[in-house]
């Protein structure tokens, strides 16, 4: 079926093309009558007359779409990085198209391509592991791109990240003053700076302190995670923990480790305490309060639509990292 254009609408109304440009994109300063523009707009809706936005874009080099790329959308960090940055977006009236690259370097790949094809004015993404050539080369032909949550060391991309280092430090300090026994880092066998950030401040809060723990470190790797966790936290816990705390690096890693704990019937805090980086509503579902570390979501999106925009419409070759603070919010699964 042909796509009816401002050329149909023209004729159909016996007035020029010019005129119904004109009252279509509601410009001012033309003398048209209010019949001229009623007759206009009748035709329109009654064709059912909708603007080429690939056209437009064409003349205005601008489609008003933003991409955003996160590693896992299934995980509620990024589903409500997803809502606030969408959020943000259409104040500054672009819209937001999402994908999600699942952790693959060569997925992240082709949604950066297809982005681009789409005319997508610039992006917004959580780079994985890999992926350093693929920004490289979006960064060399000047292509708007801000990151989140994540940077890649050596790649000078601007972004929004939070001081995973420091708030790893300052909460691992918080489970050191408490006197256990074992405390039990969980974290991912990976190369991403932000996840190595924490373990790095967990680690120089053990070494800065002057109590004696005994510390262990349960890594896996991003696929089987909930079999992983269980059979290691089985290894280093048994069923009957006494006087020990875990610190979970990520939300997921804590619900694979909340479960084996319900299964298990092991009491928090009064046989194990437990803090994990990030919220999720699955914590609801357990018996104690989660402590956890909060990002400032709704500030870190604000901060990446502002810093995106700004590089649409001027574009500049920086590398500048806007570094916010997350926050303890301290409940019930940590001793007193």
């Known amino acids: 079926m042909k796509r009816s254009s401002i050329k149909d609408i023209a004729k159909m109304a016996g007035v020029s093309v010019a005129t119904v440009s004109y009252v279509l994109n509601r410009k001012e300063g033309q003398r048209i009558s209010e019949e001229t523009q009623k007759k206009i707009l009748e035709i329109a809706e009654t064709i059912n007359y909708t603007p080429n936005k690939i056209a437009k874009s064409l003349k205005t080099s601008k489609t008003k779409l933003l991409g955003l790329i996160v590693a896992d959308i299934s995980n509620e960090f990024y589903s409500h990085i997803a809502r606030n940055l969408e959020n943000k977006a259409l104040k500054l009236g672009y819209t937001l198209i999402i994908g999600s690259s699942d952790e693959n370097a060569d997925k992240f790949k082709k949604l950066t391509e297809l982005f681009s094809q789409q005319q997508v004015d610039g992006m917004i993404v959580a780079p994985v592991a890999g ?54 880092y969980i974290g991912y066998e990976t190369e991403l700076p932000h996840l190595l950030d924490r373990q790095h401040g967990f680690e120089k809060a053990v070494r800065s302190s ?53 299964k298990n019937n092991i009491k928090v805090p009064e046989q194990i305490s437990v803090l994990a980086f990030d919220e999720t509503d699955a914590y609801q579902l357990f018996p104690s309060e989660i402590s956890y570390i909060q990002q400032p979501i709704e500030e870190m999106a604000e901060e990446a639509i502002k810093l995106l925009d700004r590089q ?25």
């Not at 000078?156 to 420091?166: K, L, S, V, Y």
């Not at 500049?316 to 019930?332: C, D, H, P, W, Y």
């Open 312 to 336: 649409i419409n001027d574009y500049t070759e920086t590398g500048k990292k806007i570094r916010l603070s997350a926050k303890f919010v301290n409940k019930q699964s940590v001793k007193e």
């Open 210 to 262: 002057k109590k004696t723990v005994e510390t262990q470190y349960l890594l896996v790797r991003l696929e089987n995670i909930v079999h992983e966790v269980h059979s290691q936290l089985e290894n280093m816990l048994g069923k009957k923990p006494e006087n020990t705390a875990l610190y979970f690096s990520s939300n997921k890693l804590a619900v694979a480790g909340l479960s084996y704990i319900v």
């Open 131 to 184: 992926s350093e050539k693929t920004l490289e080369n979006l960064i060399n032909i000047k292509y708007p791109i801000v990151t989140i949550d994540r940077y890649l060391k050596g790649v000078a991309i601007p972004g929004i990240t939070i001081d995973n280092q420091e708030i790893a430090e300052s909460t691992t300090s918080l489970l050191l003053n408490k006197d256990f026994d074992k405390i039990i």
